[in-house]
C-alpha cells in the first residue's frame, strides 16, 4: 500500500482562485512529520510548509496552509489566492520513526495556474 | 540561507561505467539523503546517513552506494552504471528531526 497517496495528477485552476491539493497518508507511527514541496520546471524542490502529527493548529506560512484532519489521515495543501508563479508540481511527504529518515514522498500533481 | 550543492547539473555517461555524483552542504548539518526522481513515481530514498562514515539503506538501493567521509559531503556511487540508472538524483540535508530537509538543484544523469 502507498504511504502517501496523491489522487490528482493534474489540476489547471484560474489565477486568484484559492486551490486545495489532497495528500491522504498511511502510518501507524504515532509520532510523524508531514510536508509539502513544491518543484517547479527548473527542477528544484522547494520547501513550503510542515505539520507534525501533535501539532493542535493546522500549519500556515504565507499564503500556504495545511488542512490537517489527523482521524482521517488527510494533509491537504491549500494555497490562497492563486498566481501565475504557482504553476508546478506539489509534493506530500511524511517522516516517520525518526528524524534521520527520509521522507516518503507521493507521486505528485501538477498544478497549472491559468490567467 | 542553506546551500545544498550537487557537482553536476547534467552528466551522461555509458553503462558499466563507474559514476560518482557529488553533494555538499554548507550548514553543518547532521542528516544527508539522496534520492532518485522518476516521472509518476515522485522522489524515492535511495541511502542516508546521519553521521560521518554511517550510512542507511532507503527504500531502493541496488545498484548504489555511497560514502561520507567528511560531514559536509555526502557521494552516491553507481558501482556499474545501467541504462536503468537514467533519472534525476537530488541530495538533501536536514539538522535534526520535524525539520525540512533542504534539497540541491539536481543532476540529471543518462547511462547510454
Known amino acids: 500500500a502507498q504511504k502517501i497517496t496523491q489522487t490528482q495528477p493534474g489540476m489547471f485552476v484560474q489565477e486568484k482562485e484559492a486551490v486545495t491539493l489532497d495528500c491522504t497518508y498511511d502510518?501507524?507511527?504515532?509520532?510523524?512529520?508531514l510536508f509539502w514541496y513544491k518543484q517547479p520546471s527548473s527542477g528544484e524542490m522547494i520547501f513550503l510548509i510542515y505539520?507534525?502529527?501533535?501539532?493542535?493548529q493546522n500549519a500556515t506560512e504565507g499564503r500556504y496552509s495545511l488542512n490537517f484532519q489527523k482521524a482521517r489521515k488527510s494533509a491537504n495543501l491549500v494555497i490562497s489566492a492563486s498566481q501565475l508563479g504557482d504553476s508546478a508540481m506539489y509534493f506530500c511527504?511524511?517522516?516517520?520513526?525518526?528524524?534521520?529518515?527520509?521522507?516518503?514522498f507521493g507521486k505528485g500533481t501538477h498544478l497549472i495556474i491559468q490567467p | 540561507d542553506v546551500k545544498v550543492t550537487q557537482s553536476s547539473r547534467y552528466l551522461v555517461k555509458r553503462t558499466g561505467e563507474k559514476v560518482f555524483l557529488e553533494c555538499v552542504q554548507d550548514?553543518?548539518?547532521?542528516?544527508m539523503f539522496w534520492y532518485r526522481q522518476d516521472p509518476g513515481l515522485g522522489l524515492r530514498l535511495i541511502y542516508f546517513?546521519?553521521?560521518?562514515?554511517?550510512?542507511e539503506k532507503g527504500d531502493i538501493p541496488e545498484g548504489y552506494s555511497v560514502s561520507r567521509e567528511k560531514k559536509e559531503r555526502f557521494s552516491l556511487i553507481l558501482e556499474s552504471a545501467s541504462t536503468n540508472q537514467t533519472s534525476m538524483y537530488l541530495c538533501?540535508?536536514?539538522?535534526?528531526?520535524?525539520?525540512?530537509?533542504?534539497f540541491g538543484d539536481g543532476t540529471r544523469l543518462s547511462i547510454l
Open positions: 538533501a540535508s536536514s539538522e535534526g528531526q520535524n525539520v525540512a530537509q533542504h
Open positions: 502510518t501507524s507511527d504515532p509520532s510523524y512529520g
Open positions: 505539520q507534525g502529527s501533535y501539532d493542535q
Open positions: 511527504a511524511m517522516r516517520e520513526r525518526g528524524g534521520a529518515d527520509g521522507l516518503t
Open positions: 550548514m553543518d548539518h547532521e542528516n
Open positions: 546517513s546521519y553521521d560521518v562514515k554511517m550510512k
